[in-house]
């Protein structure tokens, strides 16, 4: 595939992935302050009540939540939020599948889930955690993904 048909694609399931949120009762929009090699000062996808998560979207044939949450490292980089820890999330469609999954860091879905559990308002608080050499990942259906974040 063309490296044209490629961005094409990409900014149709960032479209895809804001639109399902939207229809979900969680308002999104595409972040259109991206760059390509890295670097951002938008997540693929903005979620204005949660501006501490930073959506990474791809949808490949081959494509790992691993890989994601590095891109959105590398993004995360060139972004600054003050007084928030940004979240990565990983939005991942390998083509062929039905629906997308969402991949997180576990100590950072530990962190989602927990706001979700507690019904808090709050956004995250800063949270300092021992950086493991290989983090464990967790994996969420979209469907669930949908029902943490209502």
Partial sequence: MGGGTSIRKGKSFERTVANALTA????????????????????????????DLHLECKHRKVITHRNALAQAAVDLQAREVKGLRILPVSVVKIHGEHRPTVGMWVKDAMALTQRWVDGSPQLFAPMHFLRLQLDPIQVFTWEDFLQILK
């Fill in 24 to 51: 979900a009762g969680i308002t999104a929009r595409r972040g259109l302050s991206q760059t390509r090699g890295g670097g951002c000062e938008e997540p693929d996808v903005v979620i204005d009540v949660f501006p």
